[in-house]
Nanobody
Framework: VQLQASGGGLVQAGDSLRLSCAAS????????MAWFRRAPGKEREFVGG????????YYADSVKGRFTISRDNPKNTVHLQMNSLKPADTAVYYC???????????????WGQGTQVTVSS
């Protein structure tokens, strides 16, 4: 599967941003989807995930209540709505895919190229 992330940018603390990830090359509705991020000098961390049918969602504690993951299966797209952004959210955000049933495990095998999110204070 090929993944193309977009929507990153430079925002101020408290602002919102919506990331999108378009998938191709495999039946999207059969994929669990997730977002990860890597901040400068830190390891990659799980941000949120959504099951293949959209029924189950999972979030890191650090983003619960602020970020929402959703998917549009007819458009082969997954979104990450990020509200109340903080400087600590600054990172490169990656979307990832794995065949259905992977979540809540987070060892995903297919990755997009990443999109930079920078939150200024």
């Amino acid at each position: 599967v090929q993944l193309q992330a977009s929507g990153g940018g430079l925002v101020q603390a408290g602002d919102s941003l919506r990331l999108s990830c378009a998938a191709s090359g495999q039946t999207f509705r059969a994929l669990d989807m997730a977002w990860f991020r890597r901040a400068p000098g830190k390891e990659r961390e799980f941000v949120g995930g959504i099951s293949w049918n959209g029924v189950n969602t999972y979030y890191a504690d650090s983003v619960k209540g602020r970020f929402t993951i959703s998917r549009d299966n007819p458009k082969n797209t997954v979104h990450l709505q990020m509200n109340s952004l903080k400087p600590a959210d600054t990172a490169v955000y990656y979307c990832a895919a794995e065949l259905w049933g992977r979540l809540p495990k987070i060892d995903f095998g297919s990755w997009g190229q990443g999109t930079q999110v920078t939150v200024s204070s």
